[in-house]
């Protein structure tokens, strides 16, 4: 059985585009995208979960909480998972708040980041995990978010031609979501159940390649 690690924020989680703070829900296991991969890969692979609302890509958040650090904690999920075949990330989102003051290239490199931590964690005599990397469609401004993310926006238009470039220098599989899905108008960040659906059959397409 293959295993795949989808490392990744609210949208990994499958939290529900939210009309304000306290309209917090998550789709069912089968609606949101790494389900639904796994549902189209087969009883072959296995798919492990680690979406946390809020994560960043190694930056901690003096708002939400220092576990929000996506750096902090993708070695020990790494060793926990053992022997991994792929890893997905799926961070850069959360980056874009304005608390967080940093660039499109600046999180691109974030990103580059938690590749080498994925690259230098111990295999024990197994064979390193593919990489396959996520650029997030770009985001809105809008709803009760849209000053949490004043200027990301702008910021994420970018953000995928940066990545690009990382992920291409590190020669690391990159799929840009926005070829296939956009985010929801209420709350500018989060997914519906369609384009839940849409994003996994696409990322499944993405790692049946990566795993040939």
């Not at 849209?146 to 910021?155: C, S």
């Not at 994420?156 to 899905?181: G, I, N, P, Q, R």
Request: with cysteine.
């Amino acid at each position: 059985m293959k295993k795949i690690l989808c490392y990744g924020d609210s949208n990994t989680h499958g939290t529900k585009p939210m009309r304000d703070q306290n309209d917090v829900a998550r789709f069912a296991s089968l609606e949101r995208w790494p389900g639904i991969v796994g549902s189209e890969l087969g009883a072959e692979y296995q798919i492990i979960e680690e979406g946390l609302p809020g994560r960043t890509t190694v930056h901690n958040d003096a708002i939400e909480g220092d576990h929000k650090n996506g750096k902090t904690y993708l070695l020990p999920c790494l060793e926990s998972h053992w022997p991994l075949d792929a890893v997905v990330i799926a961070l850069g989102v959360n980056d874009l708040k304005a608390r967080h003051g940093v660039s499109a290239s600046d999180i691109a490199a974030g990103v580059g980041v938690l590749v080498d931590v994925v690259r230098s964690a111990p295999c024990f005599g197994h064979t390193p995990p593919k990489i396959l990397v996520l650029a997030a469609p770009t985001i809105l401004e809008t709803g009760w978010l849209g000053k949490m993310f004043a200027g990301g926006a702008e910021k994420s238009k970018a953000l995928s031609a940066e990545l690009s470039a990382v992920m291409h220098a590190k020669s690391v599989a990159f799929f840009d979501l926005s070829t296939v899905a956009h985010v929801s108008p209420i709350d500018g960040i989060h997914f519906d159940a369609t384009n839940h659906r849409t994003m996994g059959h696409a990322i499944a397409l993405q790692l049946k390649a990566l795993l040939a």
